[in-house]
């Protein structure tokens, strides 16, 4: 009886060890599975990079429609709030080296304060434009034509006699 016991003891211990060894491999390719994710957040960040190039023609253009640049800088401020956690979380079992985390969140800060800017221009933009529709169909309408003797058409009626 005793024989058999020690036999299932020592069956249960190497199933143990096994169980255990698949719990770390687990855990490693969980692990592993989070590095590859970072590598998904870094070609997303590429792929955004790339459309900026297109936009600004490849840098030449120095004035970017605000309203394009708005959104690309949302999605790459999106991507780099990612980028940080993603870091933060997996900085030591990655092996991320801390000037790489330190640059990638100082870029971080510097895209969202470009979006900041980008998208309160294209805010004005539409501001403006909201605007100039409004005083168009005024002036269709006699609203600003009718007070200024002949609205915008050049012409400007001077009195004559003497002054």
Known sequence: MMHIR??????????????????????????????????KIIAERRSLGEQ???LSNGGKDKKLDPRAACGLFTKLAANGDAGVKWMT???DWCQIPDKVFEDFTTEH????????????????????EKRAKQQAQQAQQGGLAGKMGGGLTGTLSI?????
């Open 89 to 91: 979380e997996n900085k």
């Open 6 to 39: 020690s036999h299932l003891l020592s069956a249960f211990a190497v199933a143990g060890l096994f169980m255990s060894a698949d719990a770390v491999d687990s855990a490693a390719r969980a692990q592993a599975s989070s590095c590859a994710d970072g590598q």
């Open 159 to 163: 009195p004559k006699g003497a002054l």
């Open 52 to 54: 900026f190039q297109k």
């Open 109 to 128: 800060k510097r895209i969202q304060t470009v979006k900041g800017q980008a998208c309160q221009a294209a805010a004005k933009m539409a501001e403006m």
